[in-house]
C-alpha cells in the first residue's frame, strides 16, 4: 500500500487543521493505521491510531483536542486537530500496519508503511 499525507499547513494557535491520508493500492480496512509526529530535533512519536475494529487511541498530549477517523469508501485516514498549539509543531506522518498488537500500537517500528510526511506549524 502507498500512503500520501495532505493538509499541513501554518496556523496560529487554537486554530483547527485536517489532515488527511489517502492509500492506494489495498483498501485501508485491511490495515491498522495511525498518525505519527517528529518535531525538529525529536524522535518521531505516536500520535493518534485506529484499529481494523474501530477502535481509536490517542497520545495524552492530544486526546480531547485530535480526532482520528477512516473512510473506507475514500481510502483515506484523517487527523482532525483543533485547538492547536505551538508544541503540536511537527512534521506528521501516516502509517499503516497489516497485524498490529495492542500493546504495540503506539511503536513506530510496528508500522510498515509509511506516508512521506506533511509539516504542521503553529504559531504562538
Known amino acids: 500500500v502507498q500512503l500520501q499525507a495532505s493538509g499541513g499547513g501554518l496556523v496560529q494557535a487554537g486554530d483547527s487543521l485536517r489532515m488527511t491520508c489517502t492509500a492506494s493500492g489495498r483498501t485501508i480496512s485491511t490495515y491498522h493505521l495511525a498518525w505519527f509526529r517528529q518535531a525538529p530535533g525529536k524522535e518521531r512519536e505516536f500520535v493518534s491510531a485506529i484499529r481494523r475494529d474501530r477502535n481509536t487511541y490517542y497520545a495524552d498530549s492530544v486526546k480531547g483536542r485530535f480526532t482520528i477517523s477512516g473512510d473506507n469508501a475514500k481510502n483515506t485516514v484523517s487527523l482532525q486537530m483543533n485547538s492547536l498549539k505551538p508544541e503540536d509543531t511537527a512534521v506528521y506522518y501516516c502509517?499503516?500496519?497489516?497485524?498490529?498488537?495492542?500493546?504495540?500500537?503506539?511503536?513506530?517500528?510496528?508500522?510498515?508503511?509509511w506516508g512521506q510526511g506533511t509539516l504542521v506549524t503553529v504559531s504562538s
Open positions: 502509517a499503516a500496519s497489516e497485524r498490529l498488537i495492542l500493546s504495540s500500537l503506539r511503536l513506530k517500528n510496528a508500522y510498515d508503511y
